[in-house]
């Protein structure tokens, strides 16, 4: 293992089962909470739990006028896994504003990727892991387009600031409280292009009623596997991820 790129959050969302808001503007303010647990913690593709389960929660305020904060965090298992002695936990911290214009919905927002007491910039080759993203997305009809910018160093790679990840998506209402979310995505590491790639899914999600929903996401990259060996696997492997989430 060399340099570490790309680990977590709002994962797909759907994905990670994070609870990330509505491009849609709220018509009131509201407070929500979501716990979770997850086969895999897949984020841009990529496992952060060793393609092993995560547990994961958030808490989330919307307020009416269309800004939003929130709070989310999960179990991983990369930054231990590439010889730093202590990272075991996530917490992303997250704001932004929402709201619609000429039939198109946006959302521009902040990133913060916490990696608590992360110990890996003691390891050689690596920086701190912590790192800051700014990001805009457009939805029109069932398509969505978001781009994501760090403005620091990415993921504990030396060097690697202006990296970005581009995301296309879409969501279709299947009807009976089923959806269907084709992705794909590129995730470009700026002075590293060959931890470069892109990673594609597909999530079948179904809402179970009284805040409790599940999902199955079939997800593949084509990540190099050096760079995306971290401690005993291969992290960019293709594999089907379950998960169950509720939230009230």
Do not use: C
């Amino acid at each position: 293992m060399k340099k570490i790129l790309v680990p977590t959050l709002i994962a797909s969302a759907i994905a990670s089962l994070a609870a990330v808001p509505s491009l849609a503007q709220a018509q009131e303010s509201t407070l929500s909470y979501n716990v979770g647990v997850v086969s895999d913690y897949r984020y841009r593709g990529i496992s952060q739990s060793r393609l092993e389960p995560a547990v994961q929660g958030g808490i989330d305020y919307a307020d009416k006028s269309g800004f939003y904060v929130g709070v989310w965090g999960s179990t991983i298992k990369w930054i231990k896994d590439s010889g730093a002695t202590k990272g075991n936990v996530e917490v992303d911290l997250y704001g932004g504003y929402k709201g619609t214009a000429g039939g198109v919905a946006y959302d521009v927002g902040f990133l913060r990727y916490e990696y608590v007491n992360n110990t890996l910039g003691n390891q050689s080759g690596f920086v701190n892991a912590n790192t800051n993203e700014v990001y805009g997305a457009l939805t029109y009809g069932v398509f969505t387009a978001k781009y994501s910018h760090a403005i620091s160093n990415l993921f504990g790679n030396p060097n690697s600031k202006n990296s970005y990840y581009l995301d296309l998506s879409a969501n279709f209402d299947l009807g009976n409280g089923f959806t269907l979310t084709p992705h794909v995505g590129r995730q470009m590491v700026n002075n590293l292009p060959t931890y470069s790639y892109n990673d594609y899914s597909v999530t079948l999600a179904k809402d179970l009623g009284n805040g409790l929903s599940a999902s199955l996401m079939l997800v593949d990259t084509n990540a190099k596997v050096t760079p995306y060996t971290w401690g005993p696997k291969y992290v960019g492997k293709s594999g089907a991820v379950v998960g169950l989430k509720y939230t009230f």
